[in-house]
């Protein structure tokens, strides 16, 4: 965004009033524009983000008890938190289920989808694959959690119904054994993730010059061929975006959690934000459970920024 | 935007069809259909949950008990719906999840449109400033400002209505909005607000003849997003919303999840019901969701 203002390029010697008079009230009325969105900002974003900050340096019940002022109390107890640190662990298993293998598959489907099966079938075809791939993104998130927990579960569920048509007899038990229940949400996140990248990624190969994919078949390049040289080189900027709004939901994996496991088996899928809820509103440990979102919060803005500055680097030096 | 690696007047365009190419080396064509049953087959996997959901949210409780998920209802029952009506109020849940939904989507679009047209327009100072904080503001994870927001809906009464999450959100959705209204707006010509000046129309009437009409297209893609995604929160509205009366559709059936008073077909009638209006909004609009999926991806 440049914010270099370019002014009108009217000529001096006939300035229309508007102009004249605009050149006055140009700084005040802009402003009126922008003031609901200020102050509802204050309200809803800026004030209670200060205010968690504030309540991380504090020992409080919430409600009527009383605020003790902690120091960094908080901080250190939290670095020392096994339960926050496994949770931390956790959301890496997140960010291998919605940032690393969607987009590495959604690469290969768009791609498939967009240089093989439209080419080979219709553009009918494809579009049909595409909005079954992009069904679980617009599905509640919550109903989402339940349909999962209605498939993952140990008796009568859905898989291991399908598990046991294949003749498997020792049935896993997905979401209360506390070794492999962070599989079945990774599991859940894979199959809400899966849609996005494949359409983001084929509606950025709808602006690739078709003659490249043309030119690389004469060539003889084959589909893996197209595939490294062509469509990854071209679509950067979009597997930019979505590797970095992944990666930002990855680490705010909430809901799939809530409802699949409640953080059990014995706590073993835990993730930060779900720990702070229990916190707030479980424990009635509010000072804490702010401790937890702040370090999140500053977390998930260090690793935005740092990927945008990387993405600009990049570029400057492309150019 | 990646620098153009190959130069494109380098490029001779082929005479002959790619599929054709393709087909040179398949001669059989059996590649093809491999590749699309592989596909087809991933795709059914992906719909699989959703479909089986419709079907047994249809089958009486000993007909789900006694052959489990995969087979073919003995009948055609509403118990499961009958059911699930007698613990949640759905009619009232679906309701507060329209006029949340719409008019954040409604209110939304409008700030956006302002805030932008003084940040991409106006291009006041400290607007890329703004633009930051806003942005900050998209990714700030919910639970850093959840305890804040439910002790000012404690103590503005407006927790347990629908207003505490139509104001949040608003603000939210918002945020985003102006972002990508403000990208779009700075892209515009300058000519035509000098010819809206020298007509002698002011800031108002300058932003609803000649800017409106211009991003017209983006507010309505961004409409039919901030709709989808406000029905689809969970985190706050958990927190805001836990009374009867306010509860939106997909709150209303999580808070039933682990209770042993609700079984299982219940469960699948009222995820079926849930998941309905969804699923009727993306049929309507799949094309604007498919294709607005990208906006501001790549600027």
Same mark, same amino acid.
């Given at each position: 965004m440049s914010t270099v203002i370019e002014g009108p390029a009217i000529a001096p010697d006939n300035p229309p009033a508007e102009a004249i008079k605009a050149k006055g009230s140009r700084a005040v009325s802009y402003w009126l524009y922008l003031a609901p969105m200020l102050v509802g900002t204050l309200i809803v974003v800026?004030?209670?983000?200060?205010?968690?900050?504030?309540?991380?340096?504090?020992?409080?019940?919430?409600?009527?008890?009383?605020?003790?002022?902690?120091?960094?109390?908080?901080?250190?107890?939290?670095?020392?938190?096994?339960?926050?640190?496994?949770?931390?662990?956790?959301?890496?298993?997140?960010?291998?289920?919605?940032?690393?293998?969607?987009?590495?598959?959604?690469?290969?489907?768009?791609?498939?989808?967009?240089?093989?099966i439209s080419k080979q079938f219709n553009d009918t075809v494809a579009s049909v694959l595409r909005a079954l791939l992009y069904l679980p993104q617009i599905v509640p998130i919550a109903v989402a959690g339940i349909i999962w927990s209605w498939v993952l579960a140990t008796q009568n569920g859905v898989l291991n119904s399908v598990l046991e048509g294949f003749g498997i007899s020792s049935l896993p038990d997905w979401l209360g054994n506390p070794n492999i229940a962070i599989y079945a949400v990774v599991l859940m996140v894979m199959w809400l993730q899966l849609g996005y990248p494949v359409v983001i990624f084929m509606s950025a190969l709808e602006r690739v010059d078709p003659a490249l994919y043309e030119a690389a078949a004469l060539d003889g390049a084959g589909w893996w061929r197209r595939f490294f040289s062509i469509t990854i080189p071209q679509i950067r900027p979009e597997i930019f975006v979505v590797v970095l709004t992944a990666t930002i939901s990855a680490l705010k994996v909430f809901a799939p959690v809530l409802i699949l496991t409640m953080g059990g088996p014995e706590g073993s899928t835990v993730v930060p934000s779900f720990y702070a809820y229990r916190n707030f509103f479980e424990l009635s440990k509010v000072g804490y459970g702010s401790t937890i979102s702040t370090v999140m919060s500053v977390l998930i803005i260090v690793i935005a920024w740092a990927m945008l500055w990387f993405q600009r680097r990049n570029l400057t030096e492309e150019a | 935007m990646s620098a153009q690696t190959v130069s494109r007047n380098a490029v001779p365009t082929s005479p002959i069809p790619i599929d054709e190419i393709d087909l040179k080396r398949h001669p059989k064509g059996v590649m093809r259909w491999v590749v699309l049953v592989v596909l087809g087959i991933l795709g059914l996997i992906i719909v699989a949950p959703i479909l089986l959901l419709v079907m047994d949210a249809f089958k009486s409780n000993a007909d789900y008990s006694a052959n489990g998920p995969l087979s073919w209802p003995e009948g055609f029952s509403l118990e499961g719906f009958k059911a699930y009506m007698e613990v949640v109020n759905y009619p009232r849940a679906l309701l507060n999840s329209i006029v949340i939904s719409a008019l954040v989507a409604a209110f939304g679009v409008v700030l956006s449109l302002m805030s932008a047209y003084a940040i991409g327009i106006g291009r006041i100072k400290g607007g890329t400033a703004m633009l930051t904080i806003l942005l900050l503001a998209t990714m700030v994870p919910q639970e850093a400002l959840i305890y804040p927001l439910f002790y000012g809906a404690q103590?503005?009464?407006?927790?347990?209505?629908?207003?505490?999450?139509?104001?949040?959100?608003?603000?939210?959705?918002? $945020?985003?909005?102006?972002?990508? #209204?403000? +990208?779009?707006?700075? %892209? @515009?010509?300058?000519? =035509?607000?000098?010819?809206?000046?020298?007509?002698?129309?002011?800031?108002?009437?300058?932003?609803?003849?000649?800017?409106?009409?211009?991003?017209?297209?983006?507010?309505?893609?961004?409409?039919?997003?901030?709709?989808?995604?406000?029905?689809?929160?969970?985190?706050?509205?958990?927190?805001?919303?836990?009374?009867?009366?306010?509860?939106?559709?997909?709150?209303?059936?999580?808070?039933?999840?682990?209770?042993?008073?609700?079984?299982?077909? $219940?469960?699948?009638?009222?995820? #079926?019901? +849930?998941?309905?209006? %969804? @699923?009727?909004?993306? =049929?309507i609009f799949q094309r604007t969701l498919t294709k607005g999926v990208t906006l501001g991806a790549v600027k």
């Open positions: 800026l004030v209670p983000f200060g205010y968690n900050v504030y309540l991380s340096f504090f020992h409080w019940k919430g409600g009527l008890a009383p605020m003790r002022f902690s120091g960094l109390d908080n901080y250190k107890n939290l670095m020392v938190d096994e339960q926050f640190w496994s949770g931390f662990v956790n959301s890496l298993f997140m960010i291998v289920g919605i940032v690393i293998i969607p987009t590495i598959l959604g690469l290969i489907l768009a791609s498939s989808l967009f240089d093989y | 103590a503005t009464h407006t927790i347990n209505t629908v207003w505490s999450v139509i104001i949040v959100f608003t603000i939210l959705q918002a $945020a985003y909005g102006t972002y990508l #209204l403000s +990208s779009v707006m700075s %892209t @515009l010509p300058m000519s =035509l607000l000098e010819a809206a000046a020298l007509d002698g129309a002011g800031r108002w009437r300058t932003l609803w003849s000649v800017i409106f009409p211009l991003v017209r297209g983006t507010m309505s893609v961004l409409m039919v997003f901030f709709f989808i995604w406000t029905w689809n929160e969970f985190y706050i509205p958990l927190v805001l919303l836990s009374g009867q009366d306010s509860q939106t559709v997909p709150i209303a059936i999580a808070t039933l999840q682990g209770q042993n008073a609700v079984n299982v077909t $219940a469960m699948n009638a009222g995820s #079926l019901l +849930s998941l309905l209006p %969804t @699923l009727v909004f993306f =049929l």
